[in-house]
């Protein structure tokens, strides 16, 4: 018996650690279901444009699987995540004092001056991290730039650091901007990207005609184009030829509903959050389902979500259910932010310390507390969802001592001998 706890440990801290480094194939069409772009990374606490690690967690932890960025180079060079150094720019509404002699920071100032006094900045580096670790975002770059020689070298540069931490295969979760037709080639002369997007805002007179047949001839699957240009021609010129339309920047409801009515796929957006999509006749991507389990010949139905391509469960279900079947308990201490499991006793709650959030937005945060079984802990890492714990589903059965066995509408649990 303590050889298999020691199995169930090791396979524990596999299935909960390592989760899928890539929980998008190439190949996926990113568009699907993703109707928001979460611009310049996203709000943070009514923050907006701010390009930071904060607002970047935020995002992903409301919904958004598709973000864009803003890059632009340090006056040492290094590639970063940021609107621009302009004296004029963004530096106002990151409530930065720009230095007048020296308005591009080099990349020391960059990283030790905070965004509105508490976000932190990023590096290409540091934000192609987080992708990484949150292994089902999407991102769309906004390079700035229309010349060859900086386009080349910021995606080279792209290129370079995803190899360097390790993860290439990043690199087909970047969905690079184009402003132009020349730059399809300069980009593709980098790195193969499958998915393309063509913003048009760059461009005074515009034959859209000839921009669709030049998108539908190249694989560009996407145009982005500014919400005061878009009309419905426009939008079914594109249609015609495959071409999907997103829309920048929106953050009304009733615009976003008026863009959705001619045809629009999609917006970039500030405020809006995936789970308000309800409100104009779509669906948040993120959804609870249930899943049928029987233990001891009695039924049940358990809270599932699939997070990063990884099925995970309720906690208060399971415990709910092993405590009507020869006890079990779960208690939270918040002094060492400890999750205590033990096989005895009878659960009723986890208490006060993790409140439940009954709005249903379904948002998404990691926790941080560390899970235990009859004192033993385990590297399970877990999520909240609305305040809910929810665990790895095959993690936590195997923590648990439980053999799964499926079938076509529901799950066998039995106890490991």
């Known amino acids: 018996m303590q050889k298999k706890r020691w199995i169930a440990c090791v396979l524990a801290t596999v299935l909960g650690v390592l989760a899928p480094t890539q929980a998008f194939a190439a190949n996926a069409d990113w568009t699907e279901g993703n109707a928001l772009i979460a611009h310049a990374l996203g709000e943070y606490e009514g923050k907006i444009e701010t390009n930071s690690k904060e607002a970047f967690l935020q995002s992903w932890e409301n919904g958004f699987r598709v973000m864009e960025a803003d890059f632009v180079y340090t006056s040492d060079n290094v590639l970063v995540v940021r609107h621009d150094f302009e004296p004029g720019g963004s530096y106002y ?22 965004i509105v006094y508490e976000q932190t900045p990023l590096t290409a580096e540091d934000l192609l991290e987080l992708m990484v670790e949150y292994s089902d975002v999407y991102l769309v770059t906004d390079t700035k730039n229309t010349d060859e020689a900086t386009i080349k070298s910021q995606f080279q540069d792209l290129y370079e650091i995803a190899h360097r931490i390790g993860h290439p295969e990043i690199l087909d979760r970047i969905i690079p901007q184009i402003y132009h037709e020349d730059m399809l080639g300069w980009v593709q002369s980098i790195y193969p990207f499958p998915q393309w997007i063509y913003t048009l805002y760059q461009q005074a007179d515009i034959d859209y005609a000839e921009t669709a ?7 560009i699957g996407v145009v982005t184009i500014e919400k005061s240009r878009v009309t419905w021609d426009i939008v079914q010129t594109f249609k015609a030829q495959g071409v999907k339309v997103y829309v920048h920047t929106v953050n009304r409801y009733m615009q976003l ?14 405020t809006i959050k995936p789970y308000e999509l309800p409100w104009v006749g779509l669906s948040n991507l993120r959804k609870l389902t249930t899943q049928n389990v029987t233990l001891n010949q009695k039924q049940y139905g358990l809270h599932m979500m699939n ?30 932010h400890t999750v205590q499991l033990q096989k005895e006793g009878t659960f009723t709650t986890l208490g006060n310390e993790l409140l439940l959030d009954t709005q249903g937005r379904l948002v998404v945060k990691k926790a941080n507390n560390t899970l235990t079984y009859a004192g033993t802990p385990y590297e399970l890492q877990g999520y909240t969802v609305d305040g809910d714990l929810y665990y790895p589903w095959s993690g936590l059965m195997d923590v648990l001592g439980y053999n799964m066995t499926f079938s076509s509408n529901a799950v066998l649990l039995q106890p490991m001998e």
């Open 307 to 336: 997070i990063m391509g990884m099925e995970y469960v309720s906690l208060r279900d399971v415990a709910t259910m092993l405590s009507e079947n020869g006890g079990f308990s779960a208690s939270y201490d918040p002094v060492n």
């Open 257 to 270: 509903q008026e863009l959705l009515n001619m045809g629009v796929s999609g917006i970039y957006t500030d």
């Open 213 to 219: 047949q030049f998108c539908a001839a190249n694989n």
């Open 93 to 114: 509404r990151l409530e930065i004092q720009p230095n007048a002699t020296q308005p591009v920071m080099d990349l020391n100032t960059f990283l030790n001056t905070k």
